[in-house]
């Protein structure tokens, strides 16, 4: 029997259920002769915004026992750099793989302005909302952890484009079950969970923070068990909505069972990120684990394991 690793979801066909993650890829360009996209799932950019940021101070990145805290302040090429150099030469590397553009804003209008711009060009495939960005007319709360704001900047991107629409949820909530019902409600075509949690390293002999913001977002091996938690919960919620949403899994996936714990929680598709800094072929590898364990396990369609962990 063979294998069938094809993904049906948003409307789109997948060729496996392995994404690479925004901001662990950049555009691809860097590290395609290392890890060629093409043979994935699909790629996720670094988060687009209008105009171009050089992101935060260093030191950015530091590594924790069990992870990876990073500070990088949405550091990008903007939109029309993005658009006229960068997206072309994805487009013409991706192969089967699909092409999804994270975007980002400091306030809603920005969200949907960078939104409309992507999301009209044939090159894109969908769109992943990242409301981990604080709102700066809101005093700097996450987007992510307010309602009213999810429900604004999903909609507003929901109007200005025909493409997918993923909304990439924070798990730094009380429930994050009720925001993902309020990104679905709000034209979100699928979720994905979960983005960085908060952390901080302090050097001690200096007796001061690492980082050079101080806090970071952290990611890696640490975040998975909330990340599995998050994807369960919503899965459940969605199932007791008698809704069919795909859910895309992220946080801590460096081999194919971590992959396998989000797939049976209830995630269509996977994205790993961190995994990527420690071996750079760590999302091609995963994609092989999975198919090698369908092949052992004598599963047909990797999709039929989406959500089994359910059923106990």
Same mark, same amino acid.
């Given at each position: 029997m063979g294998l069938n690793q094809t993904v049906r979801c948003m409307g789109l066909s997948f060729q496996n259920p392995v994404l690479v993650a925004s901001g662990t890829f950049g555009y691809g360009d860097e590290c395609y002769d290392i890890m060629p996209f093409s043979s994935l799932g699909g790629l996720v950019t670094k988060t687009i915004t209008a105009a171009r940021r050089? &992101? #935060? *101070? *260093? *030191?950015?990145?530091?590594?924790?026992?069990? &992870?990876?805290? #990073?500070?990088?302040?949405?550091? #990008?090429?903007?939109l029309e750099c993005f658009l006229a150099e960068k997206l072309p030469w994805i487009a013409q590397h991706a192969g089967l793989a699909k092409v999804i553009v994270n975007i980002a804003g400091f306030s809603v209008d920005e969200f949907v302005e960078v939104g409309a711009a992507v999301g009209s060009r044939p090159e894109v495939d969908a769109l992943e909302i990242n409301l981990g960005c604080p709102n700066v007319r809101a005093g700097y709360i996450h987007f992510g952890a307010d309602p009213e704001s999810v429900r604004r900047v999903i909609s507003g991107v929901r109007k200005k484009v025909n493409l997918p629409v993923i909304a990439k949820l924070t798990p730094n909530v009380t429930d994050i079950a009720s925001l993902a019902e309020v990104a679905i409600d709000a034209g979100a075509d699928a979720l994905s969970l979960i983005n960085t949690l908060p952390g901080m390293k302090i050097d001690v002999a200096e007796r001061r923070p690492v980082l050079g913001m101080g806090f970071g977002g952290l990611s890696g091996p640490a975040i998975r068990p909330v990340g599995v938690a998050c994807v369960y919960k919503v899965c459940q919620h969605m199932q007791r909505m008698d809704a069919q949403v795909p859910i895309i899994g992220i946080g801590g996936i460096s081999c194919g069972t971590d992959a396998l714990e989000y797939i049976l929680a209830g995630a269509s598709l996977v994205q790993v990120g961190t995994a990527s800094f420690v071996h750079p072929q760590a999302p091609g590898n995963i994609a092989r684990e999975l198919a090698e364990y369908c092949e052992t396990e004598g599963i047909g369609n990797i999709s039929d394991l989406v959500g089994l962990a359910h059923q106990h």
């Open positions: 050089e &992101g #935060n *101070p *260093p *030191p950015r990145i530091v590594e924790t026992d069990a &992870g990876m805290l #990073n500070s990088i302040g949405l550091a #990008n090429v903007g």
